[in-house]
């Protein structure tokens, strides 16, 4: 398929070409298809690396660790998705144990605990 690079976007040109591609268009696709920015940015530098022929003292590919990871920063999960950490308090809560006043403390509780955590952000 034939595909140009322009603005650091890829257009594909809806005409299939003989050959092969001159480069891989991995990090374009998956843009495309919602993979968070902060991991397209990895892959770009990890790219970045291997075309620049970083290797280590046996030739092999050298990968420079990611800057320093903050508390804001989620693991994502290809297989799972990431549960907010107050619905395991949620489920272990045993409604019919709560006075009506107890079970309005407890929702008072759990809204200070989101505002006080950093909470999963929807794409």
Do not use: C
């Not at 690079?5 to 050959?19: A, C, N, R, S």
């Not at 968070?36 to 620049?52: G, H, I, S, Y």
């Not at 272990?92 to 952000?121: C, F, G, M, S, V």
């Amino acid at each position: 398929m034939a595909v140009k690079e322009w603005q650091e976007e890829i257009v594909f040109l809806h005409k299939i070409v003989p050959g092969q591609a001159d480069k891989s268009y991995g990090i374009h696709v998956a843009r495309l298809a919602g993979v968070p920015p902060a991991v397209n940015d990895r892959a770009k530098e990890v790219l970045t690396q291997l075309e620049n022929g970083y290797l280590d003292k046996q030739g092999q590919p050298r990968i420079a660790r990611p800057r320093k990871q903050t508390s804001h920063d989620l693991q994502l999960s290809l297989f799972d998705a990431a549960e907010h950490p107050l619905l395991e308090s949620i489920r272990k809560t045993d409604l019919n144990l709560l006075t009506p006043l107890d079970a309005l403390q407890q929702i008072k509780q759990w809204q200070e605990e989101l505002q006080t955590k950093p909470q999963l952000k929807p794409r």
